[in-house]
């Protein structure tokens, strides 16, 4: 399911530097551990700073295995990019909703 969710989101080029939308989310439990463990230490140090655990000097560190709950960011204009960035053609309604489904009927955990 996980996966053909996200080859459905489509992508787009962040301003290089931005993190605005890099903030604490939830995620299911089955895309938490396909993450590397972070102690207590580094999740309250982020939580503090309202940023993701996974949120490095240039960038995120888990692009690749990031929640779909971060793809959809500027995908949609439900959650638009705070620097008007988009991918060409947005997400489709009926993948948003899937996806929005997905999230609200699985686990979710704090990443």
Do not use: W
């Amino acid at each position: 399911m996980i996966a053909r969710l996200r080859e459905q989101i489509p992508s787009f080029e962040c301003v290089p530097g931005c993190h605005d939308c890099c903030g604490p989310v939830t995620t299911s439990s089955e895309e938490m551990s396909r993450l590397p463990e972070k102690t207590d230490a580094e999740h309250d140090a982020a939580l503090n700073d309202f940023s993701c655990v996974h949120l490095g000097p240039k960038g995120c560190t888990v692009y690749g295995e990031r929640p779909l709950i971060c793809r959809l960011f500027g995908t949609t204009p439900r959650m638009p990019c705070p620097n008007d960035r988009r991918p060409e053609t947005m997400i489709d309604s009926k993948i948003e909703r899937q996806v929005h489904h997905y999230i609200a009927n699985t686990r979710q955990v704090l990443v």
